[in-house]
Structure formats: C-alpha cells, structure tokens
C-alpha cells in the first residue's frame, strides 16, 4: 500500500463524550503528525487512556470527527476503525502478558489475532521482536520468570510484532524503577525510529515527556489546552499548563 500524502496521520475534530454528568471530551482537538512522537499528557481521569481509546473505535463518542490518514472513521460502519486498528500497535495501560502463555505464544498471539498463521514467518517475527526489544532468545521463558521491567519490554514487543505504522502506548513505564524508566524510553524512541512509525505516548513521567519527545500535548478538561515542542510547552504562558508542568519538572 502506498502512503497517503497526509501530514496527518490523525486528526480529531470536536470530539465530545460524557458518561452521564462526567463530561470527559469538550469539543477536543488533536493532530498527529506523520513520523513524530507525540506525548499526551494530563491530570488521572482527563481522559487519556479514553482518548487513545477512542481513536481506535475501542470506545464510542457522542460527536465530533476522527480522521485517520484522511478517513473520516465515525461513519455509518466500522471499517474505517478497522482499518486503523490494522494500522496502529497498541499497549495498554497496566498490560499484562497472558501468564499461562510462554513468551514467544504472548507474541504469536498478537500476530495471529492479525490473521499470520505461517509458522516459520511467526518465528521470525518473534523472534526479531525479542531483539528488537533486547532481549533475544528468551522465546521460552514464562512470565512468572521475568523482572517487571523485562515483562513491560515483552509487551512492547508483542504491541509491535505487527510492525505497525502507528503506535499508541498508554503509560509504558508506569510501575517501573527509575533504570527501568529510562531503559523503556530509550526502548520506545529507538523502536519509532528503527519501525520509522508515528507514536502517541501517555505518560505521567514529565521528565520523559519533556527529553524524548517532539511534540507534547496537554488533556485538560476535555480539551487539548496547550501543545507544542518541549520547548514552546516549557515556555507556555497558560497557568494551566505552567501549573502542571511545573509541579513535576521542578
Ligand atoms: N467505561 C466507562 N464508564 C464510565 N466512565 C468512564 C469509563 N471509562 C472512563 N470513564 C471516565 O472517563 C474519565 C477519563 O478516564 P481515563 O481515560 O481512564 O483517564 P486517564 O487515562 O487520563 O487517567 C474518567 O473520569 C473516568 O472515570
Ligand atoms: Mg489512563
């Protein structure tokens, strides 16, 4: 398939949902540029985790648009979403790997729930994955042997086995010691770079946020309220924002 000549790879337009009174998304904005990585930061219970949700069809809106490389995906059925879920890797929050599984069938599985079922295409991939990952050859290892950190960096090859274009991960470091945390931060810039893939980080980690990233951007109140390079976000004049990042980068 050739690449649509989009800058874009996403763009969500006046999104609204409310779970009863709880008004999550405001007539939110967001644009996903090709090729950079993008962190999504804000308070717990903005509305994150629903966000990259939502722009996967894994959570229903009440309005607005999400274009997905120029595809309106709120129409009338549920191709688009499909698509885009054929497009885009995903880890999410708190994802735990299946601890009756070997970690070579945590990683296979994401690969035939796609549809692969040529054994040895499986085990290459896997197997490329784990490398990928660093950490080659612990195809037979069970869940209950790894570290914390080792389980996180398992799932993150099994969020990209599928060598998807896009990747949303949903607090990748989150529970994980400081080595931890910046080991999975390198992780997740050199797996953009090596798959050439556009990333959507959440994370509550400002530090990350702040040295890995191209652009970042702010969930508050059902709105982006502030996005922009490491850079324009530090200089930002909206107390919003200053308050947040401050509190944390300090
Ligand atoms: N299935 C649901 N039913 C009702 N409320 C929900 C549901 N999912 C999320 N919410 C609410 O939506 C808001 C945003 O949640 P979430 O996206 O998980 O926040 P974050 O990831 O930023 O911490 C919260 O107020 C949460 O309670
Ligand atoms: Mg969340």
Do not use: C
């Amino acid at each position: 398939m050739t690449e649509p000549d989009t800058e874009h790879v996403v763009e969500v337009r006046g999104l609204r949902k409310s779970f009863g009174t709880n008004v999550v998304f405001d007539g939110l904005d967001l644009d996903v540029r090709r090729g950079e990585f993008m962190t999504l930061i804000g308070g717990s219970g903005s509305g994150k985790s629903l966000l990259l949700k939502s722009m996967l069809g894994l959570s229903p809106v009440d309005a607005g648009s999400i274009l997905f490389e120029g595809e309106e995906l709120l129409g009338d059925t549920d191709e688009g979403f499909r698509r885009a879920r054929e497009n885009v890797g995903m880890l999410f929050q708190a994802s735990a790997l299946f601890d009756s599984l070997d970690v070579y069938e945590n990683i296979a599985y994401a690969l035939r729930q796609r549809g692969e079922s040529d054994k040895a295409m499986i085990d290459a991939t896997v197997s490329d994955s784990l490398r990928l990952i660093g950490l080659p050859g612990i195809e037979r290892m069970w869940p209950a042997d790894l570290s914390g950190g080792m389980k996180k960096r398992v799932a993150l090859a099994r969020a990209v086995a599928v060598r998807p274009k896009v990747i949303f991960y949903d607090e990748p470091t989150e529970g994980l010691d400081p080595i931890n945390v910046t080991r999975v931060n390198r992780l997740l810039l050199g797996l953009s770079r090596t798959l050439d893939a556009t990333t959507v980080v959440v994370t509550h980690n400002m530090e990350s946020a702040f040295s890995i990233s191209d652009r970042v951007a702010m969930l508050f109140e059902g709105r982006i309220i502030g996005s922009g390079t490491p850079a324009e976000m530090r200089a930002v004049t909206d107390r919003r924002v200053r308050e947040f990042v401050d509190a944390v980068l300090d």
